[in-house]
């Protein structure tokens, strides 16, 4: 399959997809600060878990060098949420604070370092 074709099936290289997959999750995670532990991590989980899914699946369809790194860090970022949410460790606003900007900075660290080590892979896999 060409880069075109390839492209063209990138979530990513769409503003709707790109929106529903991953900046509504962000902005629920960023929004759930300001609500009850129990309540945020419930939201944090589900934004967590949607993400980290359209990450993996993103990679998949089209071979997003980033994406197959930054797919399972999300999921892996739900122990901590939930180490937090359930009282085994404590944590005050700024706590959750720093653990939401290593979720949301953790991403984008891991997409530029990704790509400019390794590219852009996705002319190099065909999409399924």
């Known amino acids: ?8 099936r990138d979530w990513l290289g769409k503003a709707h997809s790109s929106i529903i997959a991953w900046w509504l999750p962000k902005g629920a995670v960023v929004a759930a600060l300001f609500a009850p532990v129990s309540a945020r991590a419930a939201v944090w989980s589900a934004a967590l878990i949607w993400m980290g899914t359209a990450c993996i699946l993103n990679a998949k369809r089209c071979g997003r060098t980033h994406c197959r790194y930054t797919g399972p860090y ?14 085994l460790a404590s944590a005050n606003f700024y706590g959750w604070l720093a653990l939401a900007a290593l979720i949301v900075g953790g991403g984008w660290i891991i997409w530029w370092a990704t790509e ?13």
């Open 116 to 128: 400019q080590a390794w590219g852009d892979s996705r002319s190099a896999k065909d999409c399924f």
């Open 1 to 8: 399959m060409n880069v075109a074709a390839q492209s063209a």
């Open 74 to 87: 999300y999921l892996a970022m739900i122990l901590p949420v939930l180490v937090l949410a359930s009282g």
